[in-house]
Every structure is written in structure tokens, then in C-alpha cells.
């Protein structure tokens, strides 16, 4: 069995599998490149619409282009009668939000009346996918709560419409800031779990939503998604303390063999490069609030947990990732973690469309090679003599 786990970590699909011009990952400079761009310069300067549309045509918009991109997204928020009728039959039930929004998902191909023209089956189907992610979320999020959905407002703009729609108020500047910056920086991260769930499934042949839907159930796992909520919890557990104690907090729950949730990456040995544009946003967002005393302590708690780490796993070159911030960026937003990842989904939306539709450009199924570890040469056995007692479980 140890050698069966050994082979399997040694392979565990961690590689080069396609070709892509979207995104660059090098984890030994701690760099994330979109299109040519640093991810750190795109998320401080461009809204979501923009960066969807760069991914999309390799393009930065114009003046024209933008509006007629952000009039079609507009034009395909309202959702179809039956996906809020699957929504509301969840909320009965108090489904989890990543799973009703993974159930909405395959609704998208129904079409209202005044559906987008585009040129082809894929981008009509990608508005759709962009434009009624927050639609979804937060509509699923009021009836959950038995509050009636918000209508989107169409002189609102995608981050400021998620956040209107959540509470029926016009967000501050500050809240909108914040998350656009959010958005954009997890808008896309080379060929991660769920984008080559998309890209496999998109592959075969198979539609658009589909694909999009595999790729919301590998977003919904611990491993990929999951983690901004159990990283914030440790600021908030910290900062609930009378006596806050940090490093005896952390050296506690390393020493209970527990992950520090929010440090460690696959890919970066260094800080992930999105941490310092979320770090900089929280800052922001925190200070406007009248609560920068909450990032200040994570900040403390990020210096901490990198040298007890370093002290605990030496060698492992574990430091802040994406998740620490983003979890802390939400929370001062005023998202509660029931819905980190499902926003997370929001922001990689337009990254799994984009995926899709250059896989679909140059197509060849992906169909990665297993190691067979099982047995060979066995000899059939007859029923009757058969000792179930005595064969193995395979």
C-alpha cells in the first residue's frame, strides 16, 4: 500500500497537459502572468469586464467594445423561470450554496426571448455563464434567508451588481473596489483543478455548460476552493481571544499535527503574487470601515505563521497564499463565508469560458495515462468454490 500512495503522489497529474496563451504560472519567481499582463497590474487597474473581455479576444477593449461587452452581459442577467425554480426548491431543502449554484448551472442552456446574438453556440453560452453567476448566488443567498430575490440593476456594473443584489443597497466605493480587485485577480490561474475539469470535458466535445459545471464541482472541494473560510476563521478565532496570543495559537494547532489553512501552494514557493494586490485591497477596505485593527492583527498572524512553518516543516517553503487574503477581503466586503467560494466561482467564471473556448479552437481530447498498481495473472474462481473469507477486497 505505501508504494501504491508513493506512485501515486510521484504522478498525481501534476504537469504539462496543454497549450494555452491565457495564463502563466512560475512558482519559483512567484509570478502569475494573464495574458501577457502581471495578474498584480491587471487586478489594480482593470474592472471584471474588462479583464473577461482580454481573456476572451487577447484584446483590451475600446471605448465602444467595452459597453457593447458589458450591454450583452447586462441583456443575460435575468434568469429563466425554471432556474428559479430550482433554486427555490433548494433553498426549502437549505442546500449549501456551491451546490445549488452547481444545479443551476446546467439550466443555463434554457434561453430567455431576448437571448445574445453571438457567433457561436460556446460565446452565447458564455455571457450566459458570466452574467448569471452573482445573479444565482446572491438570489439563492435571500431565499435561503426567506427574503425574495433583488432584480439587477442595469446601470450597475458586475461587482457592484453582485453586492446590490445581496442586500438591496448600493455598495460603497470602497466595498466595490475591493472586491473588483478580488474578481480580477482570481479571474484566471493556468490549468488549476477545476479549469482542467473544464478544459477535459470541453474536449470530448461536449457543451460549454458542461464543462462549466464539472468545473464548480472541483471548485467546490477543500483542496481548490474551499480554504478562504477556515483561513479567515483563525484571524477571527485569534481576535476573539481576551488575551489574543497568536504564536501560542498557531503553535497549538501545529502542534495538534492541524494545517495552518491559507499558507502553502502546489505551485508558488514563494508569496503568492495575488496576496499583495488582496493584502494592499483588505488594507483599504478595512481602514474605510473603521476596522483596521482586524488586518493588522492578520498581518501579525501572516509574519507568525511563516516563521513557525519554517521552524515546524523546514524546507517546505510554505508562505501566504491566495486563500489568507481573499478570505480576509470578503469578510471586510461584507460576504459571510458561506459564500466565499461560490464568489470565488463568480470570479473564475470568466476564466473557465475563455478555457473552453481556446480548447475548442484547437481540439484534441485530453485523456492522461494512468500506472495500473493492481494485480495481474489472477485465476477465475468458480462460485461454488469460491471462500469469500479467504479473497481479498479489491
Not at 425574495?148 to 466605493?173: C, K, Q, V, W
Not at 489472477?378 to 473469507?389: A, E, G, I, K, N
Request: hydrophobic share 45%; with cysteine.
Amino acid at each position: 500500500m505505501a508504494t501504491d500512495t508513493a506512485i501515486a503522489s510521484k504522478f498525481g497529474l501534476h504537469g504539462a497537459t496543454a497549450y494555452t496563451r491565457l495564463s502563466h504560472v512560475d512558482g519559483q519567481a512567484g509570478e502569475l502572468v494573464i495574458r501577457g499582463f502581471a495578474a498584480e497590474e491587471l487586478a489594480t487597474k482593470a474592472t471584471y469586464e474588462e479583464a473577461a473581455y482580454l481573456l476572451w479576444t487577447d484584446r483590451l477593449p475600446g471605448a465602444a467594445a467595452l459597453d457593447a461587452f458589458k450591454h450583452d452581459l447586462v441583456r443575460e442577467r435575468r434568469l429563466p423561470g425554471a432556474t428559479m425554480a430550482l433554486l427555490r426548491a433548494a433553498a426549502q431543502q437549505a442546500i449549501e450554496p456551491m451546490d445549488a449554484l452547481r444545479m443551476a448551472v446546467g439550466t443555463l442552456t434554457l434561453r430567455n426571448e431576448d437571448e445574445v446574438a453571438a457567433a457561436t453556440v460556446a460565446q452565447r453560452d458564455g455571457l450566459a455563464v458570466v452574467a448569471r453567476f452573482p445573479v444565482i448566488v446572491a438570489a439563492y443567498w435571500r431565499m435561503l434567508r426567506g427574503l425574495e430575490p433583488i432584480t439587477p440593476r442595469a446601470d450597475f456594473d458586475h461587482a457592484t451588481n453582485y453586492l446590490y443584489m445581496l442586500t438591496g443597497e448600493a455598495p460603497s466605493a470602497s466595498r466595490v473596489r475591493a472586491l473588483e480587485t478580488y474578481l480580477v485577480a482570481l479571474i484566471d490561474h493556468a490549468l488549476n483543478a477545476s479549469t482542467f475539469a473544464a478544459r477535459t470535458i470541453i474536449s470530448t466535445q461536449s457543451d460549454l455548460i458542461s464543462a462549466v459545471t464539472g468545473a464548480v464541482g472541483a471548485l467546490k472541494g477543500a483542496l481548490h476552493g474551499g480554504a478562504p473560510g477556515p483561513a479567515l476563521q483563525t484571524v477571527l478565532d485569534i481576535s476573539a481571544q481576551p488575551n489574543a496570543d497568536a504564536e501560542r495559537f498557531l503553535r497549538d494547532k501545529l502542534a495538534r499535527g492541524e494545517r495552518l489553512m491559507g499558507f502553502g501552494h502546489r505551485d508558488y514557493k514563494v508569496r503568492d503574487p495575488r496576496t499583495y494586490v488582496l493584502s494592499t485591497a483588505a488594507r483599504q477596505v478595512y481602514e474605510a470601515e473603521g476596522q483596521i485593527d482586524v488586518y493588522q492583527l492578520a498581518i501579525e498572524i501572516e509574519h507568525i505563521a511563516v516563521r513557525l512553518l519554517a521552524e515546524y516543516k523546514p524546507g517546505r517553503d510554505l508562505y501566504a497564499n491566495v486563500e489568507y487574503y481573499a478570505g480576509l477581503l470578503l469578510h471586510g466586503v461584507g460576504l459571510p463565508a458561506a459564500l466565499f467560494t461560490p464568489t470565488f466561482a463568480i470570479a473564475r467564471s470568466a476564466g473557465w469560458v475563455a478555457h473552453c473556448l481556446e480548447q475548442q479552437q484547437a481540439n484534441r481530447l485530453m485523456q492522461p495515462q494512468s500506472v495500473y498498481t493492481g494485480s495481474l495473472h489472477r485465476t477465475w474462481v468458480p462460485l461454488q468454490d469460491r471462500l469469500s473469507s479467504l479473497l481479498p477486497l479489491e
